[in-house]
């Protein structure tokens, strides 16, 4: 069949509103102020979000990387000491490290998850590290057992970037019940959102309470809420959330059950599907993970250089996918070695992390909008995406 001749996939749109969105805004419009120190929709979303994840406490932010920023700071990370973050991952992970002075190191991810290598994680710890930063790649889950004892025993403690995870279960337990913090983000493509934002969430315990105040103070210019004179207690910088923003992830929060329950019918379809041509691996899900809550449809090309792959992404993009290549290694940017970076070079690095090399040049992701297609749709994109290598 003469591809030029088939119409292309119309799947869903990101990002989705309704009038929860218009009602939302007006209502933040109308109440004559629109910083959260003045209105309720931040003070409201955080109470509603930190809900929603099991989480004690929620606080909204401006973006995912200052919460990754403002959550490493109230663990203690700053000049002198290490954070241990995945090598295949955004570069927010390591730069919220390195924004405040601490040296990101990067470890192996597993072929199969694209998650931190617990065994990597291991061997990286020395006396400075400070935190483990796993990274819930796609909406899976790194070995979070095997973590949390880690963690236990060495007393370094984790921070979830949770930028792909919204509504994710490990085991049956919510982002916000895993004993650590869990950083998110709201920018434009994320599960939900307001263009931009981000929220730590902090869970039960007398330690996270105190490192909420901390935090609610560091993310205000270190003014306490009820200030009127000025009494800047600790450092701090602005990294507030406006009430709009809030308003708009109120209402998105309200559909993110709806549509992970979507994604979760049809990313195993799609999954089966793609596993079934000849070349392709999709991401595996660990069998723990009991709710996933797909950012991205992730599969490999292994053996694929990355010329070829990037080549096969334009094709399925003239085909109608939205498709990408997958982050680079995170020491493969300029950007990475200008602040504190480990006494390694690339190539040491890169023999330490084979999955990773190979990652980042054989991996394809889809938006995850293509997962609140229809099951057609489903079975559409998998033949795309076998017609296009098979054509290569
Ligand atoms: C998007 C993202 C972030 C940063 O979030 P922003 O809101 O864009 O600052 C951090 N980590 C990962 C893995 C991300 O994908």
């Not at 799947?11 to 419009?29: H, I, K, N, S, Y």
Request: negative net charge; hydrophobic residues 45%; proline residues 5%.
């Amino acid at each position: 069949m003469n591809a030029d001749a088939r119409p292309l996939p119309e799947f869903p749109v990101w990002p989705q509103f309704g009038d929860e969105e218009r009602t939302g805004l007006a209502r933040a419009l109308e109440q004559g102020q629109w910083w959260r120190m003045g209105g309720s929709e931040v003070d409201t979303f955080d109470r509603e979000f930190a809900d929603h994840h099991g989480a004690a406490q929620s606080l909204a932010v401006t973006n995912g990387t200052h919460a990754l920023e403002l959550a490493l700071q109230v663990l203690g990370v700053g000049v002198g000491t290490e954070v241990i973050v995945p090598a295949f991952t955004f570069i927010s992970s390591s730069q919220a490290a390195q924004r405040l002075g601490a040296v990101a190191v990067p470890v192996d991810v597993t072929p199969d998850t694209y998650c931190i290598d617990l065994a990597a994680v291991e061997a990286a710890i020395t006396p400075r590290t400070r935190a483990i930063m796993p990274v819930h790649m796609a909406g899976h889950f790194a070995d979070m057992d095997g973590l949390a004892k880690l963690s236990e025993a060495s007393g370094v403690p984790l921070l979830q970037d949770a930028a792909h995870a919204h509504g994710a279960e490990w085991r049956g337990r919510r982002v916000g019940e895993l004993a650590s913090l869990a950083a998110f983000s709201f920018q434009n493509g994320k599960l939900m959102t307001a263009g931009e934002g981000g929220a730590v969430v902090f869970p039960e315990g007398e330690k996270y309470a105190e490192m909420y105040q901390e935090a609610f103070l560091r993310h205000s210019c270190g003014r306490p809420r009820t200030d009127r004179r000025y009494l800047h207690g600790t450092s701090g910088s602005n990294f507030r959330m406006n009430e709009f923003s809030a308003a708009v992830l109120r209402a998105q929060l309200s559909r993110l059950a709806s549509q992970i329950d979507t994604r979760e019918l049809r990313a195993p379809l799609l999954s089966g599907l793609l596993a079934e041509i000849p070349g392709v691996v999709p991401q595996a899900r660990d069998e723990r993970v009991t709710r996933d809550p797909h950012y991205m449809m992730m599969f490999r090309i292994p053996g694929i250089d990355e010329f070829k792959r990037n080549e096969l992404v334009d094709k399925l993009m003239e085909r109608g996918l939205p498709a990408f290549a997958a982050f680079r290694a995170i020491y493969r940017s300029q950007g990475f070695w200008e602040t504190a970076a480990p006494e390694l070079t690339v190539d040491e690095l890169a023999a330490r992390c084979p999955n990773t090399e190979a990652i980042y040049k054989d991996c394809i992701w889809l938006h995850h909008r293509t997962l609140l297609g229809t099951e057609g749709q489903m079975h559409e994109i998998a033949e795309i995406v076998a017609d296009t290598l098979a054509a290569a």
